[in-house]
């Protein structure tokens, strides 16, 4: 079975332009989420979308914002980029319903804000 | 809310050394316990998770033991490899709508041959 693939897997941008990430989970799951990867802050969450829905929510501006299709693949939007959005942008996938919630990860979109 | 804690590295270790990572915790609920391993240039790959009290996870010779008592989840392997090399993190996630998983701040491994 194919794992979680994620494209581009590096981008340059330039600051004040916006970005999209893409994310096709593995075939059945059904959860996507995202995560920002820094040295400073290390991994956080960004979000997750089940069903179409964002069902969760991390604690980053309006900026940064998702959604995923029906087929399950997601996207990843950030506008108006800062430096500071210069990061590793990770991709997870999960079944989801019942059981603990395991993630399994893609390799991940390196973006570099100049 | 819920933190990971981890122990600071950068660790050194010589080819079949004993490793031994900790990893406690602070959650609501009864969180289910990771160790995600990163290495250089990839995304994160699960090596073992817990989702009860006194649950042990292995995997590839790491072990590690969902402790409630001392909130702890340590990771161990008796004899390490130079491929063992990368990043671990522990995380650990709670049941309910917030599916998400909260990370430690990993730990960088290295072995020398």
């Known amino acids: 079975k194919a794992g979680v693939t994620q494209t581009p897997r590096y981008l340059i941008k330039t600051r004040g332009q916006q970005v999209t990430l893409s994310c096709s989970p593995i075939?059945?799951?059904?959860?996507v989420s995202w995560y920002q990867q820094t040295p400073g802050q290390g991994l956080q969450f960004l979000f997750e979308y089940f069903s179409e829905t964002q069902r969760n929510k991390g604690n980053f501006p309006g900026r940064f914002s998702g959604r995923q299709f029906s087929n399950s693949r997601s996207e990843m939007n950030v506008s108006t980029l800062e430096l500071g959005d210069s990061a590793l942008y990770l991709c997870a996938s999960s079944l989801d319903g019942t059981g603990s919630y395991e993630q399994y990860f893609g390799p991940g979109t390196r973006l570099t804000v100049t | 809310g819920n933190s990971v804690t981890q122990m600071e590295g950068p660790v050194t270790l010589s080819e079949e050394a004993f490793l031994t990572i900790n990893c406690t915790y602070t959650a609501t609920g009864y969180p289910s316990l990771f160790w995600y391993v990163q290495y250089p240039g990839e995304g994160l790959q699960l090596l073992l998770k817990a989702t009860k009290a006194d649950d042990k996870g292995s995997n590839k010779g790491f072990e590690a033991t969902y402790r409630k008592e001392t909130t702890s989840f340590h990771l161990e392997k008796g004899s390490v490899q130079v491929s063992d090399s990368a990043v671990y993190f522990c995380a650990l996630s709670t049941s309910g709508s917030a599916r998400q998983l909260t990370f430690g701040s990993g730990t960088q491994l290295t072995v020398l041959p």
């Open positions: 075939s059945g799951h059904r959860s």
